[in-house]
């Protein structure tokens, strides 16, 4: 799976931004996707996750409330629609693929995605 993120920019804080992430290959319909963020000096966070009918979402806790995940299997795409951004919201966010994950089991973990997109810039200004 090859993952493509898009529609990161600069916003003012209490704006919104919509990212999209387009695969290829076979292996979406089968994956859980995530998107992750990394902002400087830190680790890379789990987001925001979804579950391969879309049926489930996974958020953590400092997203959840203005942060939507949405997938199109047909299209291959993931999005995050951001909400209410604050400047902590500032990262390289990526979406990334766990082609492996059980029935709807959406995962945390970095080490349990197999696929990572390039990554899209987010900058929240005050």
Known sequence: VQLQASGGGLVQAGGSLRLSCAASGGAFNRA???WFRQAPGKER???AGISRSGGST???DSVRGR???SRDNAK???DLQMNSLKPED???YYCAADVHAIMT???ESTGRYDY???GTQVTVSS
């Open 76 to 78: 291959k795409t993931v």
């Open 45 to 47: 966070e789990f987001v």
């Open 105 to 107: 089991v959406i995962t």
């Open 58 to 60: 996974r958020y953590t």
């Open 67 to 69: 942060f939507t995940i």
């Open 90 to 92: 500032t990262a390289v």
């Open 116 to 118: 990572w997109g390039q």
């Open 32 to 34: 859980v996707m995530g």
